[in-house]
């Protein structure tokens, strides 16, 4: 989700904040129309204008538009203006607008230039082309006293600190990626070191669902996604499974994908990462995705290798039997 700067300088964006709120509150107002009263008292165009309301007052969760078009105050909103806390401002940021929780945990191991986190946006999958949606975010936490500038580096303030430390605190319970090794198990267990392939990893995925009686098929379209393998119960219906294999790459779109499958068909999702990209996938599912934190599994490839060999060899033993 896109964020924008509110329409003033960065000292001034609580009270500009806590005035659209009274705005919106005092009288029922159109988002066009506090777009027009607020253009022609900054002498700022319509379009600039429309483009930073939209995220600073919807996408935060502070205000809604009803069917009339009129917009309101949610109990957020209300709550925000009551009390004037910043801190508030601040988590819901960090709730509803992806970057805002990376940026303050990136900050956490130390102060970064804007390359520095761009760089380090990257790694996470975003598909960024320049790096104003991050210059964006930090006049954000730069206004309401997260985050402060020291030249061109940035850093945490007292209550940046608390809030990322507050983040930490929270984690997601997930499948472990690397399953411990016990000597009593069989050698025929034990994984070589080896390099995870991605058509490998999907073909072992078909092959798993063919066996556990699915209809399986790879590449499966879905609006203007594909997605990498997803199990059917029967042809003509909805997948139940889905599963994208990222083992490098944009996990961004990929989680993207996994939540939209499950938005409209309800299906079991599944992410199969390496040990490598584990926290990347986590941080991402803790932020932005986090509707689908307590939806999705997370599972290492090695055992979804490991998970084949033995299906295939309960297969065979089952052949032989005669079962």
Not at 130 to 143: A, M, S, V
Request: charged share 30%.
């Amino acid at each position: 989700m896109s964020s924008w700067p509110l329409p003033c300088h960065i000292n001034e964006y609580p009270k500009m904040l806590f005035e659209l709120l009274h705005k919106v509150k005092s009288r029922p107002i159109t988002l066009k129309q506090l777009t027009s009263q607020v253009a022609k008292e900054r002498g700022l165009s319509e379009k600039w204008v429309i483009n930073s309301l939209r995220p600073g007052l919807i996408y935060t969760g502070l205000a809604e538009i009803d069917k009339d078009g009129v917009l309101h105050l949610t109990e957020l909103g209300e709550q925000v203006l009551r009390t004037r806390d910043y801190k508030l401002v601040i988590q819901s940021l960090i709730e509803r607008i992806w970057g805002i929780r990376e940026i303050l945990l990136l900050l956490q191991n130390g102060s970064m230039t804007i390359t520095d986190l761009y760089a380090n946006f990257k790694k996470l999958g975003s598909t960024w082309e320049k790096p104003h949606q991050i210059e964006f975010r930090l006049r954000w936490l730069r206004g309401f006293g997260a985050v402060r500038r020291r030249e061109r580096h940035y850093e945490l303030t007292e209550l940046g600190k608390q809030l990322a430390d507050s983040l930490r605190s929270f984690r997601i319970e997930m499948e472990p990626l690397v399953r411990e090794e016990t000597r009593e198990e069989p050698q025929e267990m034990q994984e070589e070191d080896s390099e995870p392939d991605h058509d490998l990893i999907k073909r072992g995925l078909l092959d798993i669902g063919r066996i556990e009686g699915y209809y399986v098929l790879e590449e499966y379209p879905m609006n203007r996604f594909r997605l990498d393998v997803v199990w059917k119960r029967v042809p003509t219906g909805n997948p139940v499974k889905v599963f994208e294999v990222q083992i490098k790459g944009n996990f961004y779109e990929a989680l993207a994908k996994l939540k939209h499958a499950w938005d409209i068909w309800n299906s079991q999702i599944f992410l199969v990462t390496t040990e490598e990209f584990e926290s990347q996938a986590r941080w991402l599912v803790e932020g932005s995705f986090h509707e689908i934190k307590e939806i999705i599994k997370i599972i290492n490839w090695r055992n979804i290798r490991r998970y084949g060999k033995l299906i295939k060899k309960l297969q065979r033993l089952r052949r032989e039997l005669g079962f």
